[in-house]
């Protein structure tokens, strides 16, 4: 369990989004908490194993977690923009490394909110051709920066896009929360190629089987990552230089960003400054 | 290109469900033909690699065909019961194949007619654990004489099955071309489980991200198989001494018999005699 490294009063550690799991399952034991049988206890209002005490969530300047479930954040990260690797982070390292992203792999990203620009500057630390696929060109400059080698608009007008990508892909990861139509994005994608769903929408989506038959294709889900492989993403971010972008925020304005998360006008993740719990 | 053992006059040989393709496309070169960027030329009703000729089938009793398209008969099977080998046989042994049915994997087979029950023959005889997933439990018996280890009914009010399966299977093989509910048969996956779609359902289904993310499960589509596996499933069928269950038809009666396909009616295909043709 966990990543056996004990903690020390001063260390720099982080808790993602569960705190504990049946540690004795099949994926427990395979270092795959998130997928614990019984359901993983989650950090924000979620259930400890008693079955009945509330867990509290992390926006407060103490909390109490067993060590197997805390992390270690290496000295080069920024406290502030580490704190949604842990979450988008590892929601977007776990299905990149299971599903091979590596040189020579086209990668595509839909989306480039919290988790797309995550997913992109992964993606590219892990020598994958990026491209993100976004509503309009909008964010198009700022994907660059961040290590996307190309990047189209997706708009139903933009035939053109999805004609000339049509079989493209090795791996796509989709991160709306919002309905698409998954056929259309299954179509880009290339003989065994997957397309990685990490969002969840509301509604389920009409597909057909044919999208998925003519080039073995496959449309799969994953649901951020186990302790030790959150560890590795961790060290592989301080290694590369990645954190988050982040906007810093006082917990006294709190109510005038959540409306913006909503309108996803945010760049990237909001992150609230526990000095301002104070 | 094909498998490259010449054939000569007098051997036993077969046509599968293509006849030609382009021969230089990545799926191509690598032996999946069924994949072809530009498209197989299909046996039926197809169109050859020159864009207009027709391609007439195989309900004749003589047949051109290039060579690295035909197959070899293993002696030990008898042609009538090998013919559904070529195309039930196939499309069930290349998922199985590549999804790692064996010792240790839970096989689910949603349908027990000329798919189904190829896949419980070839699942069986590669030791894996086997059950069908069918309507009713009328063919309970038939399966179990095929190889399946396990049999329940699916019908709306067997929650009893749905309930006790959840996160069974490694594996599902859907045979069915008419639309069920995805979730319901996803929800069966363990960890990493994938549900194969061979069968063409003519609508749409709606399919929820949350029956993929839950245990990183994937819904995924198979077609045949090229040909180098089609003579690897041959010879497979040879070694296993599995064949195709038939009704053997004149082709007078054909105008009978598809009522019966369209109902299901027919254990477990029909094969027309060339004899009859003369």
Redesign the interface.
């Known amino acids: 369990m966990g990543y056996q490294v004990p903690h020390k009063v001063g260390d720099r550690v982080g808790v993602g989004c569960f705190v504990d799991s049946c540690r004795k399952c ?2 427990c034991l395979g270092g ?1 908490e998130q ?1 614990c ?1 019984e359901g993983p206890t989650l950090t924000y209002n979620g259930v400890e194993r008693d079955g009945q005490t509330r867990t509290q969530g992390g926006y407060s300047n103490k909390i109490v977690a067993d060590e197997n479930y805390v992390l270690r954040i290496p000295d080069n990260l920024p406290m502030d923009r580490t704190a949604p690797l842990l979450c988008a982070g590892i929601t977007m390292y776990s299905p990149l490394m ?1 599903w091979k992203a590596g040189p020579g792999k086209k990668v595509g990203i839909i989306g480039l909110g919290g988790l797309g620009h995550m997913g992109v500057k992964i993606a590219h630390a892990l020598d994958a051709e990026v491209s993100v696929l976004s509503h309009s060109l909008k964010k198009q400059d700022e994907a660059k920066k961040m290590g996307a080698d190309k990047f189209y608009a997706t708009t139903s007008s933009d035939q053109e896009s999805f004609e000339k990508l049509k ?1 493209y892909f090795d791996l796509i990861i989709n991160t709306l929360s919002v309905e698409i139509d ?2 259309r994005y299954l179509n880009l994608l290339t ?1 065994d190629g ?1 397309m990685v ?5 509301e ?21 951020i990552g186990g302790i030790r492989e959150t560890q590795a993403m961790l060290d592989f971010c301080s290694k590369h230089n990645i954190a988050s972008d982040i906007e810093l925020l006082q917990i006294q304005k709190v109510n005038e960003a959540y409306p913006r998360v909503v309108k996803s006008d945010v760049r990237y993740r909001f992150v609230i400054d526990t000095k301002s719990l104070d």
Do not use: D, M, Q
Request: overall charge positive.
């Open positions: 099949g994926p795959l997928y049988v299971h079989g998954w056929n003989l997957t769903v990490v969002g969840l929408p509604n389920e989506t009409p597909l057909g089987a044919a999208s998925l038959i003519n080039a073995r294709r496959s449309l799969a889900g994953s649901v």
